[in-house]
């Protein structure tokens, strides 16, 4: 089971803090959700829809189920799909599945004010901003002026989305 929130009160749980998931680990995912051969078949398509999932299980699993409705095509067309995206967000979605319900979730929690302390930065407002800029990978330095409210470099300091 995983949460966003502890749950210290859950009988024999013993909690583990995850992290994105590796290139291989994430590979691995994909091809148990698609088949092996699919992702063995077309190793770049696999490896950019990897890429563009983040390493995110619940973005991976859900394009392995977008996949899996679309038989006919391979990979490749699925990784094509999610680049030429115009909102990848959007994209990741299926049913009542989706990638951007889940970030909302956690974006409100930030944005709940009850457990900052009064004058403390606003981790909400700091969200959006590396938003604006484009941020995909913030550095914590990055995340740092944002959080302070700093000028944020733009792509200087922020890589592109590939």
């Not at 691995?28 to 092996?36: D, F, K, Q």
């Not at 999932?53 to 699925?78: E, Q």
């Not at 951007?100 to 709940?112: G, K």
């Amino acid at each position: 089971m995983t949460s966003r929130y502890r749950l210290a009160d859950l009988d024999g749980a013993h909690p583990v803090r995850l992290n994105r998931l590796g290139e291989s680990a994430s590979l691995e995912l994909l091809g148990s959700i698609v088949g092996h051969q699919p992702v063995a078949a077309h190793p770049k398509g696999a490896q950019a829809v990897v890429r563009y999932c983040s390493g995110l299980p619940l973005a991976l699993r859900i394009a392995g189920a977008r996949h899996l409705g679309r038989p006919h095509r391979d990979m490749d067309s699925l990784a094509r799909r999610l680049v030429r995206a115009p909102r990848l967000l959007d994209e990741l979605r299926i049913g009542d599945l989706g990638v951007r319900s889940s970030l909302d979730v956690s974006y409100r929690w930030l944005h709940e004010d009850a457990y900052l302390p009064s004058g403390a930065p606003d981790p909400a407002a700091a969200l959006r901003l590396l938003g604006a800029v484009g941020a995909v990978n913030a550095d914590a330095e990055l995340v740092a002026d944002a959080v302070r409210g700093d000028q944020v470099a733009g792509p200087a300091r922020v890589p592109p989305r590939r």
